[in-house]
């Protein structure tokens, strides 16, 4: 029986440690990311300037009429023959053309379409490291459902960010498991423990009140 609580306590013990070392360079960019987010603050400066060019495509024809992920199939179609490539964030019409925001991480990139002259331009920015970092932070966000993760490495950025907080959650049990076996350990984790449930229902009391 003991030899099967050591084995657990190891087993335990050593996937707190790689899982944690695992995800680590995830949980550094979420943390870094969200002071920038808290304070809508960007190092070493801001966004590029904008650099546009017009290039004549073949557009799908009813591409107006579409809806949803139909469209948004269609409008691929148009960024693969110019060499465009990210999530589009939406496709919105506007004066005869489309408007469509194309999002990757460090760039901005707006679609103008436009179907009765079978042309488009492309406007596209930079916007740095730091940038990207936030885009990821909020990708893929909860807004337009229906066609969000309309790019492969959103889908696979989403599933990455889904993993880390089930980790998260494994090693923040593992932790509570590895605290209450080691008696050494118990009074510290008591003082450190109550100091942070004190200080989250203080904040949860201001954030109430």
Known sequence: MQTISRQIYV????LHLYFGLAISPFVLLFSISLIFLNHTWIPLGGPDRVR???????IPPGLEHLEGMARVEKVKEVMRQIGVTGEVSF??????GLIVPVQKPSQEITLHIFPQNNTVTVERRNTGI?????YLHKSPGPHLANIRGNWVYTRIWRWAA???????LFISATGIYLWL?????RKIGLVILGAGVISFMGVVYVLCA
């Open 181 to 185: 076996i080691l008696k050494a350990e």
């Open 130 to 134: 730091w940038d990207a970092m936030m």
């Open 52 to 58: 546009q060019f017009t290039a004549a495509v073949s």
């Open 91 to 96: 496709v919105r019409l506007n004066d005869g």
């Open 11 to 14: 087993w335990t013990r050593n």
């Open 162 to 168: 889904d993993a880390t907080v089930y980790l998260l």
